[in-house]
């Protein structure tokens, strides 16, 4: 099994720095650009299903970037990103006066405090778990495609690699990019980060 995975292009709340986990933001003019550019590097690929976030903004990357190609698609709320709560929308400027203690413990151990009202890292991590528990549902597809967030394809690679779940920050995606894990017997390979290429059969 191949898994293909891209983030959504740029948002509004990208731009500005807000945590967005599951608030509405649009793609930018930039980020509907990127989408349209991994059509242009993805458009070969034999994708046999699709895996995507319920999220509009990753609905949307998702829906330029196949460009009406008629592929299977499921949308899962297990590939949501991380709730934040009543951080939603906010810029961490805001939440130090606004709630400072519990945006100051956070900060310092963001594994365990959880955002006030939102999803804690443990919950969160879980939630990519059993999505990957369920990767085994797919297993006669050849090569899935992955449409999520930085978070979960963060957390994603780094769990499937057998890593701590903070080794996630080793791993950013970048938007406007395709990356790669294989899965044989339950051992994966990371074969490409970030690749800004036209993608060629091997073959």
């Not at 609905?59 to 008629?70: M, N, P, S």
């Not at 690679?157 to 950013?172: C, D, G, N, V, Y």
Request: negative net charge; proline residues 4%; contains cysteine.
């Amino acid at each position: 099994m191949r898994l293909w995975l891209i983030r959504h292009g740029e948002t509004d709340a990208n731009v500005a720095g807000l945590y967005s986990g599951h608030s509405p933001t649009p793609l930018t003019a930039k980020g509907v650009s990127q989408a349209h550019t991994l059509h242009r590097l993805l458009r070969e690929v034999p994708f046999d299903q699709v895996l995507c976030s319920e999220l509009e903004r990753a609905q949307h990357t998702a829906r330029l970037a196949l460009h009406a190609r008629d592929i299977p698609t499921h949308t899962t709320p297990l590939l949501n990103e991380m709730f934040f709560g009543d951080w939603e929308m906010r810029h961490h400027r805001d939440l130090t006066r606004e709630d400072p203690e519990s945006y100051a413990a956070w900060c310092t151990d963001w594994q365990n405090a959880v955002p006030t009202n939102g999803e804690g890292f443990q919950a969160f991590s879980a939630r990519v778990q059993r999505f990957i528990a369920q990767l085994p549902t797919w297993s006669a597809s050849e090569n899935i495609l992955i449409v999520s967030h930085q978070g979960v394809l963060s957390l994603l690679i780094a769990t499937l690699l057998k890593m701590p779940a903070s080794s996630l920050w080793h791993f950013r995606v970048d938007q406007g990019t395709w990356s790669v894990i294989d899965i044989h017997d339950d051992f994966a390979t990371l074969r490409v980060l970030n690749s800004r290429a036209v993608w060629e059969s091997e073959e």
